[in-house]
Nanobody
Framework: QVQLVESGGGLVQVGGSLRLSCAASERTFNRYAMGWFRQAPGKEREFVAAISWSDGRADYAGSVKGRFTISRDNAKNTVYLQMNSLKPEDTAVYYC????????????????WGQGTQVTVSS
């Protein structure tokens, strides 16, 4: 069982930056692909970014590419999401998630989820 705890959310103005963190309890964290997803009110949960466990290869949703960066520190069992040039449409609850092996963009592929952290971008 992998427990995930997100932190770093908050209120930020348009154009600002935030860095989300997700700490994992599992000692074999470095064997899991990690993803970030988000869910805005009234909308389905959607893929934001994912990173592989082995070579650090990353994938991004088109809406955040060039603005967000996912990274991981296996020594600290932590994955990060650096969010720059934030827009009002980035407002959502952000979740980190873990799955075995290869990262994917599908919500249903991920086994373990954090409780979420709220990000609000004000205009």
């Amino acid at each position: 069982q992998v427990q995930l705890v997100e932190s770093g959310g908050g209120l930020v103005q348009v154009g600002g930056s935030l860095r989300l963190s997700c700490a994992a309890s599992e000692r074999t964290f470095n064997r899991y692909a990690m993803g970030w997803f988000r869910q805005a009110p009234g909308k389905e949960r959607e893929f934001v970014a994912a990173i592989s466990w082995s070579d650090g290869r990353a994938d991004y949703a088109g809406s955040v590419k060039g603005r967000f960066t996912i990274s991981r520190d296996n020594a600290k069992n932590t994955v990060y999401l650096q969010m720059n040039s934030l827009k009002p449409e980035d407002t959502a609850v952000y979740y980190c998630a873990a799955k075995s092996w290869i990262p994917t963009t599908r919500v249903d592929d991920y086994t373990y989820w954090g409780q979420g952290t709220q990000v609000t971008v004000s205009s």
